[in-house]
């Protein structure tokens, strides 16, 4: 993978990752369940660390 497209990726999970915290604040006001979206969450972190790494060993 190149470093363009790793970047790529990493813009468009950081996208992800505001929309679904949005999401994530929109349903703990209304008091539903928040675990499937913390999941979400735990889920672009590790992929947003591993493709950093990524990137770093590129350079």
């Known amino acids: ?3 363009k497209e790793i970047k790529d990726q990493i813009a468009e999970l950081k996208s992800d990752y505001v929309r ?3 999401d994530l604040d929109k349903i703990e006001a209304t008091g539903g369940n928040v ?3 913390e999941k979400q969450l735990q889920q672009i972190e590790k992929q947003l660390k591993d493709l950093n790494t ?3 060993e590129n350079n």
Do not use: E, H, R
């Open 54 to 56: 990524q990137l770093a």
């Open 35 to 37: 675990s499937n979206a």
């Open 20 to 22: 679904i915290q949005g």
């Open 1 to 3: 993978m190149t470093n």
